[in-house]
């Protein structure tokens, strides 16, 4: 290299200028590696017992809606091309016990959902919870033992291979336990096969962390208070969001077992475990974006300290780039819309 000399032109002799496919929008059109299709997104979506809709305080545009709103909504994304929703139901709490008993009644809430849905809209994929903290007064995702320290582990999986046979029956495309059990994906497969519903798919909740993201989702649901009592928390099951290893470790375990996506969650905080996945797992790999995640960009941008709809593309793109295939994000149906728009 030459000396610097202030009089002279300054040129840099420089082969390769990454710049140079960033000049115009249609270089940088060309240069794009990674986007967001509607193809990827699939809308959670909350279904109450009655009543007019209601919004949740946390997580604006999201509403607790009755079956009859659940499937004009439906329409609509599938109208805007959303491949897939994924129920959650907010329940009566005199429904709630300590064992979740309502999860066994093959006309629950979640089951008249899943039949009005694919009787009107047939072509979207519906994804149910396989779960049991909407039905348990104390919000665990399982069975406890006889004086509440811990979640039984065999006793939760058979409920669960219980609740994914009636979800099959009622007609759902994909069954997501999101309880983080072990050998409950396995179980369940069995389950459903020895039912006959060899091509009801699993989407493994693989890598779900214990995360202080779940905040407004709760509220959503009404697991607020329940969720984990003083006694036990969902640490027990859910994973440490300190562990990478363990993660990707535990999601090839589902996939062994059966499933048929695999999943981490939360998503934003996590991307280095969707990479990792994406890398290691040969079925398709799923992400959701939780409701903290969804609650902060709107938190953020009503203070007016970020902008809205380029935070919430940018959160997605990040997602994607990142390794996943699918996302479930509270912004799917704002996002078809501009993406169709
Ligand atoms: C539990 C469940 C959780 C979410 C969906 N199902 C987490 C929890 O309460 O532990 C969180 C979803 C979100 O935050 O958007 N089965």
Redesign the pocket.
């Known amino acids: 290299m030459k000396s610097f000399d202030k009089t002279e032109d300054f040129k840099l002799d420089l082969p390769r200028r990454p710049r140079r496919m960033r000049r115009t929008a249609s270089l940088r059109a060309m240069a794009q590696e990674t986007y967001v299709r509607v193809e990827d997104l699939i809308a ?1 979506l909350i279904v109450k017992e009655a009543g007019e809709k209601e919004p949740v305080g946390s997580m604006p545009g999201l509403y607790r809606l009755n079956i009859e709103g659940l499937v004009a909504e439906c329409r609509e994304l599938a109208d805007l091309g959303v491949p897939a929703v994924a129920i ?1 139901p907010n329940m009566d709490p005199d429904l709630k016990d300590a064992l979740g008993s309502e999860a066994g009644n093959p006309d629950t809430l979640t089951l008249r959902a899943v039949k009005a849905i694919k009787a009107a809209v047939p072509e979207i994929s519906v994804i149910t ?1 396989v ?1 049991l ?2 039905y348990t007064t104390h ?1 665990h ?1 399982g069975v406890l033992n006889e004086d509440g320290s811990y979640v039984m582990n065999d006793e939760t999986v058979r409920r669960l291979c219980e609740m994914a046979v009636l979800q099959a029956e009622a007609g759902v495309d994909i069954v997501a336990p ?2 983080m059990m072990d050998g409950r994906v396995g179980a369940i497969r069995a389950a459903l096969d020895t039912c006959g519903h060899i091509d009801t798919a699993i989407m493994a ?1 693989s890598a ?1 962390f214990a995360s202080a ?6 509220e959503a ?1 009404g ?1 607020a208070k329940a ?1 984990g009592t003083t006694l036990l928390g ?1 640490e027990t099951y ?1 994973m440490n969001p300190a562990n990478r290893r363990e993660a990707i470790m535990d999601a090839l375990m589902d996939e062994e077992e059966g499933a048929d996506f695999v999943m981490v ?2 998503a934003g905080a996590y991307l280095d475990i969707i990479r990792e996945l994406r890398d290691a797992s040969e079925v398709t790999v799923a992400a ?1 974006q ?3 995640e ?1 609650a902060q960009i709107h938190a953020a941008a009503k203070l007016g300290w970020l902008d809205y709809e380029k935070t919430r593309d940018e959160s997605l793109l990040a997602i994607k780039r990142a390794g996943a295939d699918v996302i479930l994000t ?1 912004f799917a149906k704002e996002v078809a819309t501009k993406l169709k728009g």
């Open positions: 959670p959650f919870d779960a903290d909407p919000g995702d999101s309880d909740y779900k993201y779940y905040g407004p989702y709760r649901v697991s969720a969902k859910q969650k939360p959701y939780v409701s903290g969804y509270y």
